[in-house]
């Protein structure tokens, strides 16, 4: 994980308690889904509901690309083209990532 000493404001700043928000029902999904296990309940269910988390972390995700692109890349390519290819490269480097988990 890198250290961030930009003071650049983030995108998803405005959002920030909604993000909390999503994370706190993933933990708890989560949750769920470790007791389902440890409940013995069908695979099927526990299943459905990986599925479910699953979807869920995406949609954060996806959530933080957006405000990344319409914030923190904008903004770089205000400053320069130098730093608009750096944070486009940051950007296509975590889709990268997300497309391979």
Do not use: F, W
Request: a negative charge.
């Amino acid at each position: 994980m890198s250290v961030d000493t930009d003071p650049h404001q983030h995108g998803y700043i405005s959002d920030k308690e909604r993000y909390l928000g999503r994370m706190k029902r993933i933990e708890g999904q989560a949750r769920g889904i470790a007791k389902m296990i440890d409940e013995e309940k069908y695979c099927i269910d526990i299943l459905t509901q990986v599925s479910a988390l699953t979807r869920a972390l995406q949609g954060v995700a996806t959530g933080l690309l957006d405000d990344h692109l319409k914030h923190c890349v904008l903004d770089a390519a205000k400053l320069s083209d130098e730093a608009a290819v750096e944070k486009i490269q940051e950007a296509t480097d975590a889709i990268n990532r997300l497309v391979r988990s």
